[in-house]
């Protein structure tokens, strides 16, 4: 008769000493555990709502409310001084694209020579209060010079049919680099500058340059430049009406039109003053 081996015992706990607890459900510990998270998670979620509705409770400044303030300030935004007023001094302008702003004031140039080719004298204007920015002048007398002020020996100076910024060293070149100052041919708001010989200067391929006007829209904008507040006290820059952004700087001493640059050299480069004619 053929041995045959024993099963061995199934679920025979009481060999080894261990008994199965059945006080108890399968699974109770975590029934349990998913409970208290649960609840952990209720409680986390109210307190969330609570301290939303606490801070939508603080009050908030409403729609119709009056904006800050031109004493304060914000971060990022650069604030200038006034300028002095030494002299002959800048013309007011309007807010242009470029974000630089100057604000208007009540002088008026006196009439000139070419006053009547760009439509007769300036009227007077009622001060325009501008929080932002520093307040400037129109020129008190109509012949004025255009100093640099990185090269301060150097004024702006027709040289053949450009714009240069050269030292004034003869007669002859105190009168090219001396202007009357009249309100813009393309708005009125801005300014453009006659010569002595009845052109005046206009950018072309973004050059400054002296040409006759020719009657043209175009010319009326290339020659019309609105003045903003400037980095340096007394002085300011001038952006073009039809190319918005773009500033008059002199590089390589020749006056041209560049677009804003945030760096100390094109704010020294696109800074000029007004002063008493040189011829």
Not at 32 to 50: E, P, Q
Not at 185 to 210: E, I, K, V
Not at 236 to 251: C, I, K, T, W
């Amino acid at each position: 008769m053929p041995e045959t081996t024993p099963e061995p015992p199934r679920n025979q706990p009481w060999e080894n000493g261990w008994v199965p607890d059945t006080s108890r459900a399968p699974g109770t510990r975590r029934l349990w555990l998913a409970g208290a998270l649960a609840l952990a998670t209720i409680v986390a979620c109210a307190m969330a709502i609570a301290v939303m509705d606490k801070d939508s409770d603080r009050p908030s400044r409403a729609s119709g409310a009056p904006s800050p303030s031109g004493a304060e300030t914000f971060p990022g935004l650069i604030s200038f001084a006034t300028p002095s007023r030494n002299g002959v001094t800048a013309p007011a302008g309007k807010t242009g694209e470029s974000g630089l702003s100057s604000a208007r004031t009540s002088a008026s140039p006196a009439p000139g020579p070419h006053d009547s080719a760009a439509g007769g004298t300036e009227p007077s204007q009622s001060p325009t209060s501008h929080a932002s920015s520093p307040s400037h002048s129109k020129p008190s007398a109509t012949y004025v010079s255009m100093q640099s002020v990185n090269y301060p020996g150097r004024y702006w100076h027709v040289s053949g049919d450009y714009v240069k910024l050269d030292p004034v060293t003869s007669a002859a070149a105190r009168q090219d680099a001396t202007f009357t100052v009249v309100k813009g041919l393309a708005d009125s708001s801005c300014y453009s500058f006659a010569t002595s010989d009845g052109t005046y200067l206009r950018h072309r391929n973004f050059l400054l340059r002296s040409e006759r006007n020719d009657g043209s829209s175009l010319f009326k904008q290339d020659a019309t430049f609105c003045p903003r507040a400037s980095a340096y006290s007394g002085a300011v820059m001038l952006e073009s009406v039809n190319y918005p952004g773009r500033f008059l700087r002199h590089q390589n001493f020749q006056l041209k039109l560049d677009p804003f640059q945030n760096s100390s050299l094109y704010l020294a480069d696109s800074a000029f003053r007004f002063v008493a004619g040189l011829a």
